[in-house]
């Protein structure tokens, strides 16, 4: 079955509840590197009325990272909007890496049915607590204040240590937020991650993601694409 195949599953379960009246749509590329290495770009959609919102998006490696690790995904998912800010209700994500092969995840309101990498029959476990990374870090307009993120099966705490507003003159987003969290795993594992989010004509948007590993360089997400379609007439 073909890659974008899966994709249109996912959609078909998270379609249903997006209600397409007013609807604004963004599309985003943000370029993605470890130090000065290229390793592809992460470009996603999202749209959103005055009380739901709905994001797809897709990430391959490219370039010299591909010698030491490949991975290729594709993710959508869909939720409310409460006092501006999104909650995730519903999450699909599909991907293969050079180590694992293909895998499925659906998480909807009574768990999570996967399909586990080469695995041919679905399992089921419990929904995993917080928002998709994607809503967190990408979506969310301020500072998440949540104390749970996911990626669609496993759970990570993650605690705000700091925000910090900057005011430039000549920048063209206007004020800066900066948002420092630390993160924690399942296995105890700690990482700092570094959000900017920036003014724009448009509302607050994500400018930078970046998450800090000990004793290797930040991966980074940094904003390379942003434009606007409104679809509300």
Request: aromatic share 12%; glycine share 8%.
């Amino acid at each position: 079955m073909k890659f974008s195949r899966f994709l249109g599953l996912g959609l078909l379960l998270l379609l249903p509840l997006f209600v397409c009246a007013g609807v604004t749509e963004h599309s985003l590329v943000y370029s993605v590197r470890i130090a000065f290495l290229d390793t592809g770009d992460f470009h996603f959609k999202r749209s959103s009325s005055q009380s739901t919102y709905f994001f797809s998006g897709h990430f391959e490696t490219k370039g010299l990272i591909n010698k030491y690790y490949r991975w290729k995904g594709e993710f959508a998912a869909i939720g409310s909007l409460e006092n501006g800010s999104p909650k995730m209700e519903k999450y699909y994500a599909r991907s293969e890496s050079k180590d694992h092969e293909l895998k499925l995840v659906v998480l909807e309101a009574e768990g999570v049915r996967f399909l586990p990498p080469g695995g041919k029959t679905f399992q089921f476990s419990d929904r995993p607590k917080g928002d998709d990374l994607v809503t967190a870090l990408f979506l969310t307009p301020r500072c998440y204040d949540g104390s749970h993120v996911n990626d669609g099966e496993d759970t990570f705490e993650m605690f705000l240590t700091k925000v910090k507003e900057i005011k430039q003159k000549k920048e063209k987003f206007g004020p800066i937020l900066k948002c420092y969290y630390r993160v924690r795993d399942y296995k105890g594992r700690s990482r700092r991650l570094n959000v900017t989010i920036a003014s724009s004509s448009h509302g607050p948007i994500t400018q930078e993601v970046r998450v800090k590993i000990p004793l290797l360089p930040d991966v980074v997400f940094d904003l390379k694409k942003h434009e606007q379609i409104d679809t509300s007439s």
